[in-house]
């Protein structure tokens, strides 16, 4: 069933139906959201930057990418209106 479905999405993405948009569309979740506690200490002669541990979580997010493979260019999210353009 699987290669099935590739064969499917592959011929679509190589032959795509004449004035079509084929986007591939991947979402990656529940990122963790997080900023430094303490700001970092500036790099002496001779000597590497230091960055504190300790962080503070601003909760998650998630990013959803949906880049056009059949056409040039790219295309992004509007976040006004939420279409692309």
Not at 25 to 30: G, L
Not at 60 to 84: K, L
């Amino acid at each position: 069933m699987f290669w099935i479905r590739a064969r499917d999405v592959c011929d679509l993405y190589l032959n795509p139906p004449p004035g079509a948009v084929v986007l591939s569309i991947d979402e990656k979740t529940a990122i963790a959201a997080r900023s430094r506690k303490h700001p970092g200490r500036a790099v002496a002669p001779g000597r590497p930057a230091l960055r504190e541990f300790e962080h503070v979580r601003h909760g998650t997010v998630s990013i959803v990418a949906a880049p056009s493979i059949s056409g040039p260019g790219r295309r992004s999210p509007n976040r006004s209106s939420g279409t692309t353009q």
